[in-house]
């Protein structure tokens, strides 16, 4: 098929649509950076689109809660629209705030849009920007595939990212196999001690996706490394490594190109 159609919704405050349109353009997508207000009014159409992006910053200031305005006025204007989109079983990625985002819309972790039944509350710590090293589960994720057992060293930069929910939720999502990423220690394994955790999650939960394993939050920017030289240790890696991120995006490029 020709070029998977990507939509990296952009409104006030977003600061990362740029790296990750430049991420998903990188693995061989068509993109374009839509506004909200593009699709409010029309002139932008979903069904246009075979993966929506909602990339890292502070949609409207982080006002009343992170992600918070922008997820309402996703469920309130848009919400036919995005079930439209979901329904069709095409992809999403939510990125730091973009994550924050789906958990307050309800799409994750339950694909239950107006019911929040996870949140990403304040670091137990302080405003973290630093790289950490990320452990991928085995799950049925589209973003992963191929991917189960390996680690990942990727940046993190949020203030609010400490993944929180009740035990019966927190179980659900163990018992569906729906954690994607957990923060590791050195010795690889996953650890809720700072620094490893930079935020205090419970279970070390870095991401999670729905129960399809095609709509995926998670904290730490991938689109942050794409490019080899975008490591600090890059000048150590081995010739011809492929930059951790970046398989993230070709996952989802891969995937919705057979759709």
Known sequence: MKKPRVCVLRTDGINCDEETFYAFEKAGADCRLVHVNQLRRSSEKLASYHILVLPGGFSYGDDVHSGKILAVELTSFLREQLEAFVDA????????????????????????????????????????????????????????????????????AHGEGKFFTDPATLQEIENRGQVVFRYAGADGRPTVLYPANPNGSLNAIAGICDSTGRIMGMMPHPERYIERTQHPNWRRMPAGTVPHGLTIFLNAVDYARQM
């Open 89 to 156: 079983g095409k992809l999403v990625l939510g990125i730091c705030d973009g994550f924050q985002v789906l958990v307050r819309t309800g799409l994750l972790p339950n694909r239950n849009l107006g019911e929040i039944k996870t949140t990403l509350i304040a670091n137990e710590s302080h405003f973290e920007c630093r790289w950490v090293n990320l452990l991928i589960e085995g799950s049925h994720c589209v973003f992963t595939r191929g991917m189960g057992g390996s680690q990942l060293s990727i940046q993190v």
